[in-house]
């Protein structure tokens, strides 16, 4: 049974960085055919895809936001981490990992979710 | 990117009655190598994580009503629920998984009319 969970602050200043950790069960990230993605959705607004991370190190971000994030993977904790830097109020907002994988069909997309962690950036 | 378009914003349908949501991506999400369109999409209600309901257009995911159906292919695909259910009130996104970098539609508000 696959799971995620996320956790990180619940507010942040402007200015600051955003550490979220996604913790994982399940499933081992060490092979490049296992990902684990980051996907956020502000109140009232839709989904944005952030980041992946692949098992195999290989990482991939949205273009919009690539100059403020890093993601990076502890195979042996089962975690993934991605960091947002220089927080705006804009970047509030439920953020969300998920698991993707490729079988042999293909590359799947996000099957398994976890329950998201709300982040309010404000002073 | 691909910029994926959803139309409409919003629709709202009587109990029992079809809807039909619309998308389209900005490039062809079919794969020549397995003939496959990179294409899901996502049903989210308010408090939950999004949830997969199809995926290559028009595979259902396990354990989703029959009533929904995915359709289309290369750069058009539709969503119907053919009898809308009160539990089927939520959010809808098309989401391409062609590219490296994935991208959400803007999503579909179904309400009951």
């Known amino acids: 049974q696959i799971t995620l969970k996320e956790s990180g602050p619940t507010l942040v200043k402007p200015t600051q960085t955003l550490t979220l950790t996604c913790t994982f069960s399940g499933f081992s990230l060490n092979t490049g055919t296992v990902g684990v993605g980051w996907i956020r959705q502000p109140r009232g607004k839709a989904l944005e895809w952030l980041a992946l991370i692949y098992g195999d190190d290989v990482k991939r971000y949205s273009p919009s936001l690539k100059n403020r994030l890093i993601i990076t993977k502890d195979a042996s904790k089962n975690q993934v981490v991605l960091t947002v830097t220089n927080l705006n109020p804009v970047d509030t907002a439920t953020y969300f990992c998920?698991?993707?994988?490729?079988?042999?069909?293909?590359?799947?997309?996000?099957?398994?979710w976890g329950q998201g962690s709300l982040v309010t950036v404000s002073s | 990117d691909i910029v994926m378009t959803q139309s409409p914003d919003s629709l709202a349908v009587s109990l029992g009655e079809r809807a039909t949501i619309n998308c389209k991506s900005s490039q062809s999400v079919l794969y020549s190598s397995d003939n496959k369109n990179y294409l899901a999409w996502f049903q989210h209600k308010p408090g939950q994580p999004p949830k997969l309901l199809i995926y290559w257009a028009s595979t259902r995911e396990s354990g989703v009503p029959d009533r929904f159906r995915g359709s289309g292919s290369g750069t058009d695909f539709t969503l119907t629920i053919s009898s809308l259910q009160a539990e089927d009130v939520a959010v809808y996104y098309c989401q391409q998984y062609y590219s490296t970098l994935l991208t959400f539609g803007g999503g579909t508000k179904v309400e009951i009319k």
């Open positions: 998920a698991h993707r994988a490729q079988s042999i069909s293909g590359w799947g997309t996000f099957r398994y």
